[in-house]
């Protein structure tokens, strides 16, 4: 199975800064890579599939890059709202593999 | 919009069956695959298993021997089975919809399962 690798395990950044946080697949995955968002006591939301495009509703200051096996999500600035877990997920190979997180806090 | 909602035992004893049941609601089961993903407490998602509503499957390998995912369009819902649980199964069990795209778009709010005598 394809091991996802997410840095850093967490992150401080202050509101209105820009986040940008990282995801390493043991081997290429194309860019069938999905980025998703999980508060406390909630279901992940989708923000990001196909590497780059933006799931309905997400706000553009999400974005994201990356092919292969290296992947990256940035928040251009933060709002209160955006500190969460953030999960990256493979659907190139079956089993589909998440990332185990990447906790953005407040600094 | 599309609803899903978990329902089933919060507490299951070791060594027992695990069940789960996901309802649709707000539009068709029909041309989707439907997901079971869990995450036990402070860690990391891991899926669990895939069904189309025709009833074709795909599991993880690692939970394969001991899954069973079933679909009802008449009502629709979509169940998960695992037996032999141990302590290690205790978790947040979410039922997702999986899109063409490949991608988990829809979830439903998760539903606690301990495994403990």
């Given at each position: 199975?394809?091991?996802?690798?997410?840095?850093?395990?967490t992150?401080?950044?202050?509101?209105?800064e820009?986040?940008?946080?990282?995801?390493?697949a043991?081997?290429s995955v194309s860019?069938?890579?999905?980025?998703y968002q999980?508060?406390?006591?909630q279901?992940p939301?989708l923000?990001?599939?196909?590497?780059?495009?933006?799931?309905t509703?997400i706000?553009?200051?999400?974005?994201?890059?990356?092919?292969?096996?290296?992947?990256?999500?940035?928040?251009?600035?933060?709002?209160s709202e955006d500190?969460?877990?953030?999960?990256?997920?493979q659907y190139?190979?079956w089993?589909?593999?998440?990332?185990?997180?990447?906790?953005?806090?407040?600094? | 919009?599309?609803?899903l909602?978990?329902?089933?035992?919060?507490?299951?004893?070791?060594s027992?069956?695990?069940?789960?049941?996901?309802?649709?609601?707000?539009?068709?089961?029909?041309s989707?695959y439907?997901s079971?993903?869990?995450?036990?407490p402070?860690?990391?998602l891991?899926?669990?298993?895939?069904i189309?509503?025709?009833g074709?499957?795909n599991?993880?390998?690692?939970?394969?021997?001991?899954?069973t995912?079933?679909?009802?369009?008449?009502?629709?819902?979509?169940?998960?089975?695992?037996n032999?649980?141990t302590?290690a199964d205790t978790?947040?069990?979410?039922?997702?919809?999986?899109?063409y795209?490949?991608?988990?778009?829809?979830w439903?709010?998760?539903?606690?399962?301990?495994?403990?005598?």
């Amino acid at each position: 199975e394809i091991v996802m690798t997410q840095s850093p395990a967490t992150l401080s950044v202050s509101p209105g800064e820009r986040a940008t946080l990282s995801c390493r697949a043991s081997q290429s995955v194309s860019t069938n890579l999905a980025w998703y968002q999980q508060k406390p006591g909630q279901a992940p939301r989708l923000l990001i599939y196909g590497a780059s495009a933006r799931a309905t509703g997400i706000p553009a200051r999400f974005s994201g890059s990356g092919s292969g096996t290296e992947f990256t999500l940035t928040i251009s600035s933060l709002q209160s709202e955006d500190f969460a877990v953030y999960y990256c997920q493979q659907y190139n190979n079956w089993p589909y593999t998440f990332g185990q997180g990447t906790k953005l806090e407040i600094k | 919009q599309v609803q899903l909602q978990e329902s089933g035992p919060g507490l299951v004893k070791p060594s027992e069956t695990l069940s789960l049941t996901c309802t649709v609601s707000g539009g068709s089961i029909s041309s989707y695959y439907w997901s079971w993903i869990r995450q036990p407490p402070g860690m990391g998602l891991e899926w669990i298993g895939n069904i189309y509503y025709s009833g074709s499957t795909n599991y993880n390998p690692s939970l394969k021997s001991r899954v069973t995912i079933s679909v009802d369009t008449s009502k629709t819902q979509f169940s998960l089975k695992l037996n032999s649980v141990t302590a290690a199964d205790t978790a947040v069990y979410y039922c997702a919809r999986l899109t063409y795209r490949n991608v988990f778009d829809i979830w439903g709010q998760g539903t606690m399962v301990t495994v403990s005598s």
